[in-house]
């Protein structure tokens, strides 16, 4: 494993990003590069960041460079945004920052987390079995973290019914998913499929990058874990193993609008199914009112309004002539 950068995006959850800095400094290998991006563009967090640089020279020193990478020898790089531009901006400009300085694989994660000490090295043995790399989660209370390792292309939705658990003996399966809360990946995927896409704003930006590297590489879920997820967010159980999270009325919007990004990128590599697609619309909105119902109980009304105007706007970006796909970045 040559040159892993860690890339961060961070918006106004300084005290959180404090925490994941912190872990950081515990990892027994050291990053190449720490690019954060902040959407915030704020002083406060400008500080921290140049707190944790000074912390983490002392600690690992200035990276060494090899002759054709780019940037000097800082090991850790902010980048503050203009304006928000929500996860994906985030991670399309962050992933953007870091190959351009030369990185050769790339570790993504939201300031709400905190990674494991032997995080980056439990990935790195996997480097030679995929370029597409997801390790494990603890959630917030140190269990097991349920993830939809698998999408349903036809459906546009993650399957529900992906098995929690590993098979006896097994350390590994293939997905087609990715998570950017401690998706890995290579170079080679940005190279062939282009920077994360960053008109999804929020949500299916990483799952549609998982399908996308599902289409150049054979992407992996790995047994280890890597990193923690440090921000409760209300839920309800659902079984034994999984949980339906409490969400907003915007992401609800970004939800059904970002479904009509998915279908596009579908539609490029053949596999859109238009009846499966519009069924998947319908089980979108049956999930969102139990969603309602039974973990955020608001007003139904104004959620459904934002529903369905995600709806309207994924069916003009369906059709849009002016749409192109993320251009693969090539060398």
Same mark, same amino acid.
């Given at each position: 494993?040559?040159?892993? #950068?860690?890339?961060? %995006?961070?918006?106004?959850?300084?005290?959180?990003? $404090?925490?994941?800095?912190?872990?950081?400094?515990? /990892?027994?290998?050291?990053?190449?590069?720490? %690019?954060?991006?902040?959407?915030?563009?704020?002083?406060?967090?400008?500080? /921290?960041?140049? #707190?944790?640089?000074?912390? !983490?020279?002392?600690?690992?020193?200035?990276?060494?460079?090899?002759?054709?990478?780019?940037?000097?020898?800082?090991?850790?790089?902010?980048?503050?945004?203009?304006?928000?531009?929500?996860?994906?901006?985030?991670?399309?400009?962050?992933?953007?920052?870091?190959?351009?300085?030369?990185?050769?694989?790339? *570790?993504?994660?939201?300031?709400?987390? #905190?990674?494991?000490?032997?995080?980056?090295?439990? /990935?790195?043995? *996997?480097?030679?079995?995929?370029?597409?790399? $997801?390790?494990?989660?603890?959630?917030?209370?140190?269990?097991?973290?349920?993830?939809?390792?698998?999408?349903? %292309?036809?459906?546009?939705?993650?399957?529900?019914?992906?098995?929690?658990?590993?098979?006896?003996? $097994?350390?590994?399966?293939?997905?087609?998913?990715?998570?950017?809360?401690?998706?890995?990946?290579?170079?080679?995927?940005?190279?062939?499929?282009?920077?994360?896409?960053?008109?999804?704003?929020?949500?299916?930006?990483?799952?549609?990058?998982?399908?996308?590297?599902?289409? !150049?590489?054979?992407?992996?879920? !790995?047994?280890?874990?890597?990193?923690?997820?440090?921000?409760?967010?209300?839920?309800?159980?659902?079984?034994?193993?999984?949980?339906?999270?409490?969400?907003?009325?915007?992401?609800?919007?970004?939800?059904?609008?970002?479904?009509?990004?998915?279908?596009?990128?579908?539609?490029?590599?053949?596999?859109?199914?238009?009846?499966?697609?519009?069924?998947?619309?319908?089980?979108?909105?049956?999930?969102?009112?139990?969603?309602?119902?039974?973990?955020?109980?608001?007003?139904?009304?104004?959620?459904?309004?934002?529903?369905?105007?995600? *709806?309207?706007?994924?069916?003009?970006?369906?059709?849009?002539?002016?749409?192109?796909?993320?251009?693969? /970045?090539?060398?």
């Amino acid at each position: 494993m040559r040159r892993p #950068a860690i890339v961060i %995006v961070t918006y106004k959850r300084q005290g959180l990003l $404090q925490g994941l800095f912190d872990s950081i400094c515990e /990892l027994t290998v050291a990053p190449w590069r720490v %690019v954060v991006v902040d959407n915030e563009n704020s002083e406060k967090t400008a500080a /921290l960041v140049a #707190a944790f640089a000074e912390r !983490v020279r002392d600690l690992w020193g200035d990276t060494t460079d090899d002759p054709d990478a780019a940037g000097g020898t800082t090991r850790v790089v902010y980048h503050p945004m203009s304006q928000n531009t929500g996860g994906s901006g985030g991670f399309s400009e962050g992933v953007r920052v870091a190959y351009d300085l030369g990185a050769e694989w790339f *570790w993504v994660m939201d300031d709400d987390v #905190a990674v494991e000490p032997e995080g980056l090295a439990r /990935l790195a043995k *996997w480097c030679d079995k995929s370029d597409a790399i $997801q390790g494990q989660r603890h959630d917030t209370d140190g269990g097991h973290f349920y993830w939809q390792w698998h999408f349903s %292309v036809p459906f546009a939705i993650y399957d529900p019914f992906g098995k929690a658990d590993f098979p006896e003996g $097994q350390d590994w399966r293939y997905c087609n998913a990715m998570c950017f809360e401690g998706g890995f990946f290579s170079r080679r995927i940005p190279q062939q499929v282009g920077l994360p896409d960053p008109r999804f704003f929020i949500y299916f930006d990483d799952a549609l990058y998982g399908y996308l590297a599902s289409k !150049v590489c054979r992407p992996i879920y !790995v047994r280890d874990y890597v990193l923690t997820r440090m921000r409760e967010v209300p839920n309800a159980q659902v079984g034994s193993v999984r949980q339906l999270n409490s969400t907003s009325d915007m992401t609800r919007f970004h939800i059904t609008r970002n479904r009509g990004y998915i279908a596009r990128y579908e539609m490029e590599y053949g596999d859109f199914n238009p009846v499966a697609y519009g069924l998947g619309t319908v089980l979108t909105f049956a999930k969102e009112m139990v969603r309602l119902a039974v973990v955020d109980r608001g007003h139904f009304g104004a959620s459904m309004r934002q529903l369905g105007a995600g *709806w309207r706007e994924s069916r003009w970006i369906l059709h849009d002539p002016s749409w192109k796909p993320m251009p693969p /970045l090539g060398k």
